[in-house]
């Protein structure tokens, strides 16, 4: 067992863990907003999601240093990131008029 003291390092993972997640989650907005307008909306969705996984699962494996507790605690951060994103997003002004019109080039069923 090593002399560090446990709480610094949690409160820092859990930072780390909230980053990851405003940035996963604001990286997955801010995708879907683009390929709607994009003539291949599917490269964008595709690209994106690598990008945001590998970031955060090295982030994730950075910030744990192999440790339980820091990962649990990442991951309570990246949660607490969700969860203020998604109710950001919710507030914004609506603009689903303007997504329809330039996602006119999608086939229709």
Request: hydrophobic share 50%; with cysteine; net charge positive.
């Amino acid at each position: 067992m090593t002399n560090e003291p446990i709480f610094p390092m949690l409160m820092l993972s859990t930072i780390a863990g909230a980053a990851l997640g405003a940035f996963f989650f604001g990286g997955l907005w801010w995708s879907l907003r683009r390929g709607l307008g994009s003539p291949r909306p599917a490269l964008w969705q595709l690209g994106s999601a690598i990008v945001r996984t590998v970031v955060v699962l090295c982030g994730f494996l950075v910030t744990s240093a192999g440790s339980w507790q820091r990962m649990l605690a990442g991951v309570a951060g990246f949660i607490v990131a969700r969860m203020l994103i998604t109710r950001w997003v919710r507030r914004m002004p609506e603009r689903g008029a303007d997504a329809m019109e330039r996602a006119r080039h999608a086939p229709r069923p």
